[in-house]
């Protein structure tokens, strides 16, 4: 059987409108059937902290158009960031690891303090392997 | 197929997606592929242009046959078969 393709993904940002864009992606590589690595990388250990995880819509590129992407993306219907993520998770092999600095940097050392979709604390050198061996490799 | 002919058929399994912007179709042909046998007949209605475009893609890329697509009024009803 042919083996899945794999996708490494290096996610820094904590913004909500980044955080979108990085669930519509990882839903098309989970529809393709890749395995996909999430390495969570600054901005996006903070997003993803436990205290932190609902506190979205609080940074974007462009805040000026925060009110009208937020109410286009509800009339939408469009998930949020935790759904696409958490939806992907159970369609397919996704999995989410918190940079080890950047969890500190926020004040969490151990993946208990991260929200549920965090598989784990990692070391720089394992998001490097990965992204040497992925098929498609994007940072957001 | 033709329109006429996938106009008559009926599917085994049919995914109503009208409500959600891609990639929610998408997801939900990928969810429901799972729920048919193979040989059987799923029809997709989503309103999303890039849905359109998506689906026959994917469905001949994960070795199922696309049939062919419908338009109705304001939506698509996009026909696959299971490989």
Same mark, same amino acid.
């Given at each position: 059987?042919?083996?899945?393709k ?8 904590? /913004? ?8 519509i992606?990882? /839903?098309?590589?989970?529809a ?11 901005y ?22 925060n009110?009208?992407l937020?109410?286009?993306v509800?009339?939408m219907?469009?998930?949020t ?7 992907a998770?159970?369609l ?11 969890g500190?940097?926020?004040?969490g050392?151990?993946? /208990?303090d ?13 998001y490097?392997? /990965?992204a ?9 | 197929m033709?329109?006429e ?11 109503d997606?009208? =409500?959600?912007?891609?990639? @929610?179709p ?12 193979? @040989?059987?007949?799923?029809?997709i209605?989503?309103?999303?242009? @890039? ?9 001949t ?12 009024? @304001?939506f ?5 078969k299971k =490989?």
């Amino acid at each position: 059987m042919e083996e899945n393709k794999k996708m490494t993904m290096a996610l820094c940002t904590g /913004s909500f409108d980044k955080l979108i864009v990085a669930g519509i992606i990882l /839903s098309g590589a989970v529809a393709e059937d890749m395995d996909v690595e999430i390495y969570v990388l600054l901005y996006g250990a903070y997003a993803f902290k436990k205290e932190n995880g609902a506190k979205i819509g609080t940074s974007s590129e462009y805040p000026e158009l925060n009110r009208e992407l937020k109410n286009s993306v509800e009339s939408m219907n469009i998930p949020t960031w935790v759904d696409f993520f958490t939806t992907a998770k159970e369609l397919g092999n996704v999995k989410f690891y918190i940079c080890g600095t950047a969890g500190k940097i926020w004040g969490g050392e151990k993946v /208990s303090d991260f929200i549920d979709l965090a598989d784990d604390i990692c070391g720089i050198g394992e998001y490097v392997d /990965s992204a040497q061996n992925a098929d498609v490799h994007m940072l957001i | 197929m033709t329109t006429e002919e996938l106009q008559n058929t009926t599917a085994d399994k049919v995914v109503d997606a009208r =409500g959600t912007a891609c990639p @929610g179709p998408l997801l939900a042909a990928k969810k429901a592929i799972g729920e048919i046998s193979s @040989g059987q007949i799923m029809e997709i209605l989503s309103a999303d242009e @890039g849905t359109r475009r998506d689906i026959p893609k994917w469905a001949t890329k994960k070795g199922h046959e696309y049939l062919g697509t419908v338009e109705d009024s @304001g939506f698509f009803r996009i026909f696959m078969k299971k =490989g």
